[in-house]
């Protein structure tokens, strides 16, 4: 049916209910707004619920399912004033296509088109984003610390606008020069005396706003949960509408930068900001390409052949993703010859390697090829259901940034002997050899402590670690899954750590009760035996200095 011609059912208030009508009937006069049942010529194809306050969130499902059943097979589309109590995860259990908080017009008007072509949409605001924080009380240590650190950034960034550009007038230069050198002392002695180290770095403030950046210190506001609040709009309720949502939401991600969230280094933060996100870019596109060459597959082989078909693309996906970040015309110096840099880099690459901690496939490939529904919370969705739209969102990220992780390593081993590349491929700060040298001494060490104890404990507690794309930061994610068969391929090593784990559980509630009763006899001894025997040594002690001060002197006649 086509939206121009569609007959909508409006439940809202009187006065806003009136306003709405004549709005959306404003601009296409042939669209009919009825306010009420009676008023409807035929079965609705759209019932638009405006909620003027949320009470209770059982209430208000309650409310949504008889809605649906009464009117269906129509969609319902839920208006939702800006100010709630309930967060965003508790919205998203409500079973409804579409779900606008506080909209203005085109939203509204973009959310009905949406739902009358078959799609679903969401626009949600996050209320803990809203909120202000509550900050403690400070003390007078943090009070001085925080006073004095602010006053000295003021007094930096003004002298630091007046050296830019330095003065002519040379004594003025180094005057400034000098109080700059003072000020930066004083905030080192305030730092030491009075707090840590991240303190002194929340107070600076920049001169300018030079755009968004990818360093790990970013905090920039996108659509949830890459930002501020939750935006999903799916045009169709398949799974190429599906991933076509998920490959937008991530793309707007990835454009505007992202930062470290996690906790730990990354190899990708070695690399430079542009070639970053031409990497991430590139793997993005290379996984649709995947996605449709097997969408095109599915029905003719199994879903066994489709996993095996999915490992066998990875290094050809790999080694495409490097040629589109290096462009294909880019040649290098490398001794006396200019060098293909993209060339080089796949010939010298080992592109094969497969990271353990990747989750089966399967998990995002089937609701994507074959519109399979996903598991969540013990419950089975639809793949455009907006919970199971951010899971698969969270494993697509996943996937995105550990292959960026293992493609950057080499990348980093290969511009160890290659200087002329750190120019054009790594950060300002790692052409030095010896930056270069210790970020990659860093990270062979991380990864050996990552293999050798902390996926053992991981793997022993049923936990997978993964990235998740989330207000602008790679964040992690520790979700609890069956990791029973990944435990019984450990090698020696890593099983001994797994022992230890099982060992301390099993002999720790034994130690601690050990430790308990040690502890009652200690109570004991001290207070029955040591304490009583003390008591009747003082006791003995008072009462023999009673008797000798109680006799008087005998008198003398």
Not at 232 to 239: K, Y
Not at 434 to 445: A, D, K, S, V
Request: net charge negative; charged share 20%; aromatic share 4%.
């Amino acid at each position: 049916m086509n939206a121009a011609k569609a007959e909508i059912l409006l439940l809202a208030p009187g006065l806003l209910g009136e306003s709405l009508a004549l709005q959306l009937t404003a601009d296409d006069p042939e669209c009919a707004v009825c306010l009420r049942a009676d008023q409807l010529k035929s079965h609705p194809c759209l019932v638009v619920w405006s909620v003027e306050d949320v009470q209770s969130l059982s209430l208000l499902q309650a409310e949504l399912i008889k809605l649906q059943e009464y009117w269906q097979p129509s969609p319902l589309l839920l208006l939702l004033p800006k100010s709630l109590r309930l967060s965003t995860s508790d919205l998203l259990n409500l079973d409804c296509p579409g779900l606008l908080q506080a909209p203005d017009l085109p939203t509204l008007r973009e959310g009905i088109s949406t739902l009358l072509n078959g799609g679903r949409i969401i626009r949600l605001f996050d209320s803990a984003a809203a909120q202000p924080e509550q900050q403690a009380p400070m003390g007078l240590g943090q009070w001085l610390l925080s006073s004095g650190l602010q006053q000295i950034s003021n007094d930096l960034q003004l002298i630091d606008a007046l050296l830019i550009p330095p003065p002519e007038n040379l004594l003025l230069r180094f005057l400034l020069e000098g109080r700059q050198r003072e000020l930066r002392s004083a905030r080192n002695l305030l730092l030491w005396l009075w707090g840590p180290l991240q303190v002194g770095l929340a107070d600076a403030q920049p001169l300018a706003h030079h755009g968004l950046t990818t360093g790990s210190d970013t905090h920039s506001e996108q659509p949830a949960p890459l930002g501020s609040g939750m935006a999903i709009t799916v045009r169709e309720r398949n799974a190429m509408a599906v991933w076509a949502s998920i490959q937008e939401r991530v793309q707007t991600a990835l454009v505007t930068g992202l930062g470290n969230g996690t906790g730990r280094l990354l190899a990708i933060e070695g690399l430079h900001p542009e070639r970053r996100r031409d990497l991430l870019l590139a793997l993005l596109n290379q996984l649709d390409q995947v996605i449709e060459r097997l969408r095109t597959q599915t029905s003719s082989i199994q879903p066994t052949d489709v996993e095996e078909q999915w490992l066998s693309l990875q290094p050809e996906l790999r080694r495409q993703a490097i040629q589109a970040m290096t462009g294909n015309y880019v040649r290098l110096p490398r001794g006396e010859a200019l060098q293909s840099v993209a060339q080089q880099l796949i010939d010298d690459s080992d592109l094969s390697q497969r990271d353990e901690e990747l989750p089966d496939p399967r998990r995002m490939l089937d609701p994507l090829l074959r519109d399979q529904p996903v598991l969540v919370d013990g419950q089975l969705l639809p793949a455009d259901h907006p919970r199971a739209l951010l899971q698969l969102e969270t494993l697509v990220s996943n996937w995105l940034v550990r292959n960026a992780e293992l493609i950057s390593a080499e990348l980093l081993g290969i511009c160890g002997e290659w200087p002329e590349l750190r120019r054009y491929l790594l950060d300002q700060r790692l052409i030095s050899t010896r930056e270069l040298e210790r970020l990659r001494n860093q990270l062979n060490n991380q990864s050996r402590w990552q293999g050798w104890v902390l996926r053992p404990v991981r793997l022993y507690e049923s936990q997978r670690l993964l990235y998740q794309l989330r207000a602008g930061r790679i964040e992690p994610l520790l979700l609890t899954e069956p990791r029973d068969d990944e435990l019984r391929t450990l090698g020696w090593w890593q099983q001994q750590v797994a022992l230890l784990l099982e060992a301390r559980d099993a002999i720790a509630p034994q130690v601690q009760a050990l430790v308990q009763r040690i502890g009652d006899l200690m109570v004991v001894v001290l207070t029955q035996v040591i304490g009583r025997a003390i008591g009747l040594v003082g006791r003995g002690i008072a009462q023999g200095m009673g008797r000798n001060l109680g006799r008087r002197p005998v008198e003398r006649h």
